[in-house]
């Protein structure tokens, strides 16, 4: 018999996104969504190394969780700002607002 996992929910009470130039510039525009053991990883570090694209500093910021649901699946990151802050996650692409794109991966976006 095999184990029924829970269906993970994108959060639905983040506030709106910053709008201000400065924090528009950090916004991500490419998400790796994968299975869990997927390549996910792998694929974040090779398009680190990327000269058009920043990847987030935190691989799975797993910001569009749902938090109780993060702190179900995943505790010690649910704790971490970029999990549910806007600045703090934003943050993650700090460096990066010339890229042409920025990305991160969170594989509980899939889940």
């Known amino acids: 018999m095999m184990a029924s996992m829970s269906k993970i929910e994108f ?8 709008s ?3 924090s528009r510039a950090l ?8 299975a869990s053991k997927s390549g ?15 990847m987030s500093s935190e691989k799975e910021p797993c910001f569009f969780v749902e938090q109780t649901q993060l702190e179900e699946a995943w505790p010690i990151m649910a704790r ?10 934003l943050d ?3 460096g990066g607002e ?10 509980y976006y899939s889940q």
Request: charged share 20%; glycine share 8%.
């Open 20 to 22: 201000d130039a400065a």
């Open 80 to 89: 971490q700002p970029c999990s549910q802050d806007w600045a703090a996650y």
């Open 11 to 18: 959060a639905s009470d983040i506030p709106p996104a910053p």
């Open 40 to 54: 996910s990883s792998a694929l974040h570090s090779y398009l680190r190394v990327h000269p058009e694209i920043r």
């Open 92 to 94: 993650l692409w700090r």
């Open 27 to 34: 916004m991500p525009n490419l998400f790796v969504i994968g």
């Open 98 to 107: 010339g890229a042409r794109w920025r990305g991160e991966g969170s594989v």
